[in-house]
């Protein structure tokens, strides 16, 4: 990713967007800031967010015409934000004293003619900007027509104590200024730009100051070399104080850059109200109406203040956020984390700490759905994963497990393709996949036979083995690609027969990975097909909540023909908040559950949460997620396949990781025998290694990810090398082998029929004998 | 993890100490030996050590190498480390050496700490003989335009920490040819893996670098500055034997 | 949790059962994503065979490979 795509990609994601008020406020103050202030009662750092971007606080506070207003979200549920009154409120408060940061003062020398709002901002900048102001008033009075405002307004000492601030400045002031063209001459001659300040002067009618220019409402220059004017507010309200004190301050921006002889509009695209791009939800906002202070003349009190700043609805997007705890997670939100993947990607060398970002996605892609801007975190990871992978910066403690789990899923111990048993055909390929022969393979066996039983000409082959989704998740494009073409090769030698996957996520991968090939995904089949006599609905307290596995969320057929299946079972059924297109991820996806397990779990219970009801699923990650979570969990073979040894199919336990491989393993010789009168393969040496292993180390082994056959191949070793060692008092042995990136350790001893395991636990630091 | 200098490391002695054995710096002598063998200094050659902590690169500069080789220390406890070995208490930019007396100046770990680099460059030109050589080893930012700015002002156990061009462009304009430059981050990252290892955790080794405790902007900073280790030997212009 | 040592006294009750020696505490080098560094460990003093107990490969071995894959 190049400097260039990043700004792109950040670009849509629109959080840090300023909200509508502050982009309709010709002076752009923040509104949200001062709004949150104000609801704290920090009446100080209120006055601050005021004075960051208005000029004369105390002066447009008390009489600013808020067109903030006018584009409030808050309007959609009651009345705008009343910002107006609530900046009167907060310069009612003693103003904090604070010095504003000047520049080095400039030689050259600008004049504002008139001392009305206008003038009085553009003396302000520029005197801040380090130029030599003159204010040059036609009347015997600075600010005049500021005096005319009623004193219970705008008191006299308030516009005093502001003006002085001006002086404090180095502004210098002429009054009875005379104004006419022989002065204007002159003025023009001993200054560098002039500033004229219509909204103080009764000149513009009298005098023809030529042609504006074409951008003239941003940069006021006027058709007269030198001069600039502004204060007549055209565009919005013509008495709007704060169009007029900005037009003074987009004068003095143009002034500034001309008399520095750089581009006058480059970078001013924000300068003047605009329309933002913030995009806030407003479905459970309830409606509240504006508050209205009790005494109109005082406005309001700090307690009426603080709850109308209340009403403020602090509007951001964060869509994404509020879905997906892993965005929630590590604090941010997909700019910054774009921004931070970037980082990562362009350090050569260094710290590599969004490594956890990235690879904790689960790559669901619910983000990019309930993006406004269609922002796509799982394609910012997924390319990160690539990049690491591809520059071996990629951590093995990342994914190893799961790559390891895939290449025993691709091996002879689980692998096999095969046309019909009867007919040496395949016009249809069953593709139970990995993860639901590991969860249930008595079911994958049954629906076999089903499928053999109602599909005509039976020619119905079966594939086993994995769909590599966990190399293309782990961004290992190589070890996908490689696999993948393995699986295509046989795919194509059985004739190209049409592919009933049973997952969603090998469904996604043969239709995008093989595109050439004819996808339908079983529950499609067992919809037109037909079910088993055996299929019932479930006696369950009450009717389950469907959860759609996130690899199904642009699939809406697959949605559909699932709940007409259950509709025909005649099993009534919940639907989620969270379903079809915007369904969430059990934790499996992308891996989290590898790299960031902490996560997953938390992503699970999240799911898991959203309704009361059981869980019908039709993954076999989801419902063994979902079950080892606490959750009771059905997949809807359950339901059209029910085993009468299980009573209760939602409580059933999620298989640990070594049944997983058995029941694999067991499917497959299964299958040989019954169909192929097959005998199962040579089991390796190590295998024939019989445990004992107590429900509490299971646990511990289930937690750490260690397998009964890397126990089994630790034990082989040790006795066959005798490289072990024992402890004397309770006769234990102690023994280690290298397998895969990991050393894995077992403690044992011997009993009468095998070996008694104590403990285990590996590392993936190796160690190199011998010390230097 | 690398998050860490000479300045933070010269506070934590006690730490280093069984780590690095006794040179208290990244790499141990491996860069000294390295640097050493590049100048070809002959037995007999006078070599000063600039910042010489507990004597090690001395102690192999006059037993292993037979060099003339006299330490320099700030502070009376370091130099009270180093007995038996000739070593003076003065700082590094105001030497008590003749013009051209020196062979060569070994400059570990040092840079980082000083206010004023150049200032230290300038009186090693005026002690060094014509083609007399200076070997400096040092922490550095290899990302130095990622937050660099503020690093300065934040963490300030990175805030001695330089850029490459930056040390390069002084080197220069002092008076040097710099004739090699090397990366050696990896010392700095199993320096940091070894300190892990001492004290148990990366939640202790940041605790210990920022006794204060450290933001999370600070951290960031860090990170993104990316702080390296190089080994830099650099020749005095002029006219060659 | 401080975790002083990477050798626990009863790390050394532990007997090699290839050489009938107990285990001693040594220098030895650990290897991850390409860096090196070299502790002490228990091991035996005949054939090198270097115990990781649980509580190092848990807690500090851990914290050293999380924090080289941060590199």
């Known amino acids: 990713m190049d400097q260039k795509a990043l700004r792109l990609l950040e670009s849509r994601c629109i959080q840090e967007e300023p909200p509508a008020c502050q982009c309709a406020c010709p002076l752009h103050v923040d509104v949200r800031t001062f709004s949150r202030c104000m609801v704290q009662g920090l009446w100080e750092e209120a006055w601050k967010t005021l004075k960051k971007t208005m000029p004369f606080p105390g002066i447009l506070g008390r009489i600013c015409d808020a067109p903030c207003r006018d584009v409030c979200r808050r309007k959609e549920a009651g009345d705008a934000v009343e910002i107006g009154l609530l900046e009167r409120a907060c310069v009612h408060t003693p103003a904090p004293v604070q010095r504003m940061p000047v520049l080095p003062r400039k030689r050259q020398r600008v004049a504002a003619v008139g001392s009305a709002l206008s003038s009085l901002t553009a003396a302000w900048d520029l005197a801040r900007k380090g130029y030599n102001v003159t204010l040059l008033e036609p009347s015997d009075r600075m600010g005049v027509y500021l005096f005319e405002i009623p004193d219970e307004v705008l008191p006299r000492s308030v516009i005093e104590t502001e003006m002085e601030a001006l002086f404090v400045l180095g502004v210098e002031t002429v009054c009875r200024f005379s104004l006419d063209w022989d002065a204007l001459e002159e003025i023009r001659r001993r200054f560098d730009a002039v500033y004229l300040g219509l909204d103080g002067l009764t000149f513009w009618g009298e005098c023809d100051t030529g042609e504006p220019w074409p951008d003239a409402a941003l940069t006021r220059i006027s058709g007269l070399e030198g001069f600039f004017t502004g204060g007549l507010a055209l565009e919005g309200n013509s008495f709007s104080p704060v169009w007029r004190s900005a037009e003074g301050r987009w004068a003095a921006t143009t002034i500034d850059r001309c008399l520095q002889g750089v581009s006058r509009t480059a970078g001013r695209e924000k300068d003047r109200p605009y329309s933002s791009r913030l995009y806030t939800a407003m479905d459970d906002v309830s409606v509240l109406p504006a508050i209205t202070p009790q005494d109109s003349v005082a406005g309001y009190t700090e307690n009426e203040a603080v709850q109308e700043a209340g009403r403020c609805l602090q509007c951001e997007c964060l869509e994404c956020v509020k879905v997906c705890p892993y965005l929630k997670h590590f604090g941010g939100y997909p700019r910054k984390y774009a921004r931070e993947i970037y980082n990562n990607d362009s350090i050569v060398m260094g710290s590599h700490k969004a490594n956890r970002l990235i690879n904790s996605c689960s790559l669901c892609g619910l983000c990019e759905v309930v993006c ?73 066996r049954d629906v076999y036979a089903h499928l053999r039983r109602v599909l005509p000409l039976k020619s119905v082959g079966i594939m086993l083995g994995c769909c590599n989704a966990p190399a293309f998740w782990a961004g290992d494009d190589a070890l996908f690609q490689k696999e993948f073409s393995a699986l295509k090769e046989q795919w194509t030698a059985l004739g190209c027969p049409q592919i009933i996957p049973a997952c969603a996520t090998c469904y996604q991968m043969f239709k995008c990975h093989l595109p050439e090939a004819d996808v339908i995904s079983l529950w499609q089949v067992l919809e037109g097909a037909g079910l088993p006599a055996g299929a019932l609905p479930l006696k369950l307290s009450a009717p389950p909540a469907i959860h759609d596995p996130c690899t199904t969320r642009h699939e809406p057929e697959i949605h559909d023909s699932v709940r007409r299946l259950l509709n025909r079972l005649e099993q009534p059924f919940e639907e989620l908040k969270g379903n079809r297109s915007h369904t969430a991820c059990c934790g499996f996806g992308g891996l989290m559950q590898n790299a960031n397990p902490e996560l997953a779990g938390s992503v699970v219970r999240h799911l898991a949460h959203q309704h009361p009801a059981d869980y019908v699923t039709y993954c076999a990650m989801c419902r063994d997620n979902l079950a080892a979570s606490g959750k009771r969990a059905l997949h809807l073979l359950d339901m059209i396949f029910p085993s009468p040894d299980e009573a209760d199919p939602a409580g059933r336990r999620r298989p640990g990781w070594s049944q997983r491989r058995e029941n694999r393993s067991w499917l497959k010789n299964i299958l040989q025998q019954t169909l192929w009168k097959e005998s199962p393969e ?12 107590s429900p509490e180390v299971q646990q511990i082994l289930e937690n750490r990810r260690i397998l009964i056959s890397d126990i089994q191949r630790v034990i082989y070793h040790a006795e066959d090398s005798g490289q072990k060692l024992c402890h004397p008092d309770t006769g234990h042995f102690k023994a280690a082998f290298r397998l895969y990136n990991a050393t894995f350790w077992v403690e044992y001893s011997i009993s009468e029929n095998g070996f008694t395991i104590h403990n285990a636990y590996s590392h993936r630091m190796e160690i190199l004998r011998k010390g230097p | 993890m690398t998050a860490f200098t000479a300045r933070a490391l010269s506070h934590v002695p006690h730490v280093l100490r069984g780590i690095t054995g006794n040179t208290l710096r990244p790499g141990g002598l491996a860069l000294t030996e390295r ?18 902590g507990l004597g090690a690169t001395l102690m192999y500069l006059r037993d292993i190498r037979g060099c003339r080789a006299c330490g320099l220390a700030i502070s009376a406890q370091m130099l009270s480390e180093c007995r038996g070995m000739p070593v003076l208490q003065a700082a590094g930019d105001i030497l008590p050496f003749y013009d051209k007396c020196l062979d060569g100046i070994f400059c570990e770990c040092v840079v980082s700490l000083l206010v004023e680099p150049p200032k230290a460059f300038r009186e090693f030109c005026r002690v060094l003989r014509p083609a007399g050589w200076l070997v400096l080893t040092d922490v550095y930012l290899r990302n130095p335009q990622s937050g660099a700015g503020d690093l300065a002002a934040s963490a300030t156990c990175l805030s001695g920490a330089s850029d490459n061009t930056e040390l390069m462009k002084h080197l220069n304009d002092c008076g040097f040819d710099v004739i090699l430059w090397e990366d050696h981050s990896r010392y700095l990252t199993e320096l940091a893996a070894r300190m892990v290892w001492t004290l148990g955790s990366r939640e202790l080794l940041m605790q210990l670098l920022f006794p204060g405790g450290c933001s999370a902007e600070n951290k960031q900073n860090m990170q993104g500055a990316s702080p390296g280790y190089g080994l830099w030997i650099a020749r005095l212009k002029g006219p060659k034997r | 949790m401080m975790n002083p040592k990477g050798t626990q006294p009863e790390d050394l009750v532990w007997e090699c059962q290839a050489c009938h020696v107990n285990l001693v505490e040594g220098p030895v080098t650990l290897m991850y994503m390409g860096n090196r560094i070299t502790v002490d460990l228990p091991q035996c003093p005949r054939c090198g065979f270097v115990l990781v107990s649980e509580a190092v490969a848990l807690g500090k071995m851990a914290e050293v490979e999380q924090a080289l894959e941060d590199k």
């Open chain 2, 35 to 52: 640097a050493a063998d590049w100048c070809a200094f002959q037995p007999g050659a006078r070599v000063l050590d600039i910042g010489c």
């Open chain 1, 372 to 444: 406004p801007e269609n922002f796509a975190m799982q394609t910012l990871c997924l390319k990160a994963r690539q990049d690491m992978v591809g520059k071996k910066r990629m951590p093995p403690s990342a994914h190893e497990f799961a790559l390891m789990d895939m290449q025993f899923s691709n091996s002879d111990r689980f692998a096999m393709t095969r046309p019909d048993p009867e007919t040496g055909i395949a016009s249809h390929l069953f593709f139970p996949g990995c993860q639901l022969c590991a969860s249930a393979p008595e079911q994958v």
């Open chain 1, 682 to 693: 040579n089991m390796e040496p190590y295998e024939n290694i019989a445990l004992s292993v």
